[in-house]
């Protein structure tokens, strides 16, 4: 019974907390790629999630098989609930409208918010996960939930700077004074250097440069 418990926890561990949130990471960095590379991280996108899946369905079928199911504690409630919810985000994927098409945008804005939900949700089974493992064996899972939130936070924080790190990179003052003010600008950004009405020299960046460009923008890119 314990080496299938501990089992159940590397699957869905494996699943939900280490391959779905790497699909998630990796179609993120194909919004800003080209050509070969955006495909090639599309189709790791792909890859991770259906593994995640496969992984998934093994899981609950050893829960099914070994466990006691009575869905009388919150670890189980999720976990029922978010196994329906990934077989409902993969056939949402699977049906994938083509770009240009008007159901385009709908699309992704519910694959994206159902699987960021599932991931979250997942995390947060895992927790109840380990807390449910402590109870039923009497051994300590501290070391595994202080590695698990090092890993939760280190692919948060990677989450956050993918989407910060080009407006980052694009950090220039925009001013009107003496050309000896300006602060450096991406050598990649083209820049017009005009002199207005007071002749004072005015640096101008092109709008996109400025712009903040959040999540969902980067979704419908």
């Not at 993120?28 to 495909?39: A, D, E, L, T, V």
């Not at 259906?50 to 070994?66: K, N, W």
């Not at 770009?99 to 109840?128: A, E, K, P, Q």
Request: aromatic share 12%; charged share 15%.
């Amino acid at each position: 019974m314990k080496s299938d418990v501990r089992v159940h926890g590397f699957l869905l561990w494996a699943a939900i907390g280490l391959l779905m949130p790497l699909g998630i990471l990796t179609i993120r960095m194909s919004y800003k790629q080209q050509g070969r590379r955006r495909k090639i991280l599309f189709y790791l996108h792909l890859v991770f999630q259906i593994l995640s899946v496969l992984l998934v369905t093994a899981g609950a079928i050893l829960s099914l098989r070994s466990f006691e199911n009575s869905f009388d504690n919150n670890h189980q409630k999720i976990g029922l609930v978010l196994y329906g919810a990934i077989w409902v985000q993969t056939a949402v994927g699977f049906f994938r409208p083509r770009r240009g098409n008007g159901r385009r945008s709908s699309w992704y804005f519910l694959h994206w918010i159902l699987g960021t939900m599932i991931s979250l949700v997942g995390i947060i089974n895992i927790y109840t996960g380990l807390k449910a493992y402590t109870r039923r064996t009497l051994t300590s899972t501290s070391l595994y939930t202080i590695l698990f939130t090092v890993q939760v936070c280190f692919m948060a924080f990677f989450y956050l700077f993918q989407d910060k790190w080009d407006f980052i990179q694009k950090q220039g003052v925009l001013i009107s004074g003496s050309a000896d003010d300006v602060e450096a600008v991406t050598p990649s950004d083209p820049v017009i250097l005009q002199t207005d009405s007071n002749n004072q020299k005015v640096l101008i960046l092109p709008a996109e440069s400025c712009a903040k460009r959040n999540a969902l923008k980067n979704l419908f890119d």
